[in-house]
Nanobody, 122 residues
Framework: QVQLVESGGGLVQAGGSLRLSCAAS????????MAWFRQAPGKEREYVAR????????RYSDSVKGRFTISRDNAKNTVYLLMNSLKPEDTAVYYC???????????????WGQGTQVTVSS
């Protein structure tokens, strides 16, 4: 089992950048596919990006491709999301999640953090 704690959210102007971090407890972090999801007010939680266990493979939703970068440091039990060229529509609570299965389906992910708020002003 793994516990996840996100940090790094905040208020930023459109066009700016933020880096989110997600620290994991436990010794099995490297055995999980890790992902970021987000949930805007009044909307369903949606997939943002995922990264393979080794970090060698990354995938992104079309809405963030080319602007966001997911990475992980297994020695530090941490996954990151670097967000560049932020837009007001990126405003949401961002969640990191861990899975034994992977993919972009929310139900595949068993472990979730509490979320961190990202607000992008226009």
């Amino acid at each position: 089992q793994v516990q996840l704690v996100e940090s790094g959210g905040g208020l930023v102007q459109a066009g700016g950048s933020l880096r989110l971090s997600c620290a994991a407890s436990g010794r099995t972090f490297s055995s999980y596919v890790m992902a970021w999801f987000r949930q805007a007010p009044g909307k369903e939680r949606e997939y943002v990006a995922r990264i393979s266990r080794s970090g060698s493979i990354t995938r992104y939703s079309d809405s963030v491709k080319g602007r966001f970068t997911i990475s992980r440091d297994n020695a530090k039990n941490t996954v990151y999301l670097l967000m560049n060229s932020l837009k007001p529509e990126d405003t949401a609570v961002y969640y990191c999640a861990g899975s034994n299965q992977g993919g972009d389906v929310l139900s595949n992910y068993d472990y979730w953090g509490q979320g961190t708020q990202v607000t992008v002003s226009s």
